[in-house]
C-alpha cells in the first residue's frame, strides 16, 4: 500500500532531535523524502541514519533558523532538488527562570527563546513560502499547551509568549494563505519526554507529578505520540482542515 506522504518533499526543523527526529522518521516512513534541518548537524545526521536504514530517503542539512539569510539560502538550495511541500517548524528552546531573577539573564532568555521559537518560525516559513504555495503545500507548526496557559509550567514566561506567537501566527496564515492552498495547522504537545525538559524532569519531579495529575493519561508523551497527528496534518487525510490546532496532550488542556 502507498503510503500517505508518497511523492511529498518535507523539510523539518530541530529533525535532530525529540519530537522533530520522530516526525521525520514518520514522514519518511511514509514515503515523503526528508530534509532533516538542525542547528545540531550530528543529530539531523543521527535521524538521516536512522531513515536510511529503514528504508527511506533523507538528508541533513544545518540550519540556525534565527539566521534569516541562511534559511533564504538553504530554502534555494533545497528547490534546486524539488519544491517542499510539507514544512514543520519545529526547532525550539525552553529555559525557566523566574522574570523576577537577575535583569540580565532574564533579558538573554526573553531574546533566546523568542529569536529561535517565534522568529525563526517566521524565518522559515517566510522562506520556503514561495516553494509551499507552488505544491499547495502543508504547515504544520509546533505549539505547546502554553500556546494556550501558564499554570502549571511556572517560570517560563518567555516560553509562554513564544508559544502563543506560534499559534497567532498558525491562524493569521492559514487565513491568508488558504486561498493558495496551503493549509497551515499546529500541533499542542503536552509534556513529551526529550531533552528538552530532561533537566527540568529530574530536577523537579514535583513538577511533572502535577502535570500528570491533570492528564487523563496518566503518562508522560513519547515523540512518536506527535509523529501521528503530524502526519495526518501534512498528509491528504486531513484535506479540509487549516487553521486548527491538535492537542496532543493526554487530555490535559480539554478535561
Ligand atoms: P529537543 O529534543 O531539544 O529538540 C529540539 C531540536 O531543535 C534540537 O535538535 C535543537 O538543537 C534544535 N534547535 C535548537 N535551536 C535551534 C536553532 N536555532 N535552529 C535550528 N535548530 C535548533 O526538544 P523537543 O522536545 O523535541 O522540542 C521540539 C519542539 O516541541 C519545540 O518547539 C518545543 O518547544 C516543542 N514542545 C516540546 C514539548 C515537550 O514536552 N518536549 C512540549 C510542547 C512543545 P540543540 O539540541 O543543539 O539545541
Not at 88 to 117: C, F, H, M, Q, Y
Not at 121 to 137: E, I, K, P, S, W
Not at 243 to 254: E, L, N, S
Request: glycine share 12%; with cysteine.
Amino acid at each position: 500500500m502507498a503510503g500517505l506522504l508518497e511523492g511529498h518533499i518535507a523539510a523539518v526543523t530541530g529533525g535532530g532531535s525529540g519530537i522533530g527526529q520522530g516526525i521525520c522518521q514518520a514522514y519518511a516512513r511514509e514515503g515523503a523524502r526528508v530534509v532533516v534541518l538542525d542547528v545540531n548537524l550530528d543529530g539531523a545526521h543521527e535521524t538521516v541514519g536512522l531513515i536510511k536504514a529503514a528504508g527511506g530517503k533523507a538528508s541533513a542539512v544545518r540550519l540556525d533558523v534565527t539566521d534569516r539569510q541562511a534559511c533564504r539560502d538553504i530554502a534555494a538550495t533545497i528547490a534546486r532538488d524539488g519544491n517542499i511541500s510539507i514544512l514543520v517548524n519545529n526547532a525550539g528552546i525552553n529555559r525557566r527562570n523566574p522574570i523576577t531573577g537577575d535583569a540580565a539573564a532574564v533579558a538573554k532568555d526573553w531574546e533566546d527563546i523568542l529569536s529561535i521559537n517565534l522568529d525563526g518560525v517566521f524565518n522559515v516559513t517566510h522562506a520556503f513560502l514561495d516553494q509551499l504555495r507552488a505544491t499547495r503545500g502543508r504547515i504544520v507548526n509546533i505549539g505547546s499547551i502554553q500556546s494556550f496557559v501558564h499554570v502549571s509550567w511556572p517560570n517560563s514566561a518567555a516560553y509562554t509568549t513564544s508559544k502563543h506567537g506560534v499559534l497567532g501566527f498558525t491562524r493569521a496564515l492559514a487565513a491568508e494563505l488558504g486561498k493558495d492552498g496551503v493549509r497551515v495547522n499546529a500541533i499542542g504537545p503536552g509534556l513529551i519526554e526529550t531533552r528538552i525538559n530532561a533537566e527540568a524532569r529530574a530536577k523537579n519531579p514535583d513538577m511533572v507529578a502535577n502535570v500528570m495529575r491533570h492528564t487523563p493519561l496518566n503518562r508522560a508523551g513519547k515523540p512518536e505520540d506527535i509523529a501521528g497527528p503530524a502526519v495526518f496534518l501534512a498528509s491528504d487525510m486531513s484535506s479540509y482542515v487549516t487553521g486548527c490546532i491538535i492537542m496532543a496532550d493526554g487530555g490535559f488542556r480539554t478535561v
